[in-house]
């Protein structure tokens, strides 16, 4: 599997920002599929974004707009810039790849938005 380490996660106002890396353990341009998933309490895992080995992106309807996933494959890393945060964003965000039929999650990274 592919060795994948969030970081970025934190504490933010509503209406504030972050944005969550992924560092993936290869090159990026031998994955598949790169995405971000997150969880609320009480609730099941649910997709946000994904970015394909192409550049192709798609995104949950709740997040268009304010989220945008991008690549640095000189840095082997994924991000996910988080505008316009809203409280129902807060959750565990874990990164994903999928190359050769292998699926690979990060640890998870908290975030939270809160007055």
């Known amino acids: 599997q592919v060795q994948l380490v969030e970081s970025g996660g934190g504490l933010v106002q509503p209406g504030g920002s972050l944005r969550l890396s992924c560092a993936a353990s290869i090159s990026i341009f031998s994955i598949n599929v790169m995405a971000w998933h997150r969880q609320a309490p009480g609730k099941q895992r649910e997709l946000v974004a994904t970015i394909t080995s192409g550049g192709a992106t798609n995104y949950v309807n709740s997040v268009k707009g304010r989220f945008t996933i991008s690549r640095d494959n000189t840095k082997n890393t994924v991000y996910l810039q988080m505008d316009s945060l809203k409280p129902e964003d807060t959750a565990v965000y874990y990164c994903?790849?999928?190359?050769?039929?292998?699926?690979?999650w990060g640890q998870g990274t908290q975030v939270t938005v809160s007055s």
């Open positions: 994903y790849a999928f190359r050769i039929g292998v699926h690979s």
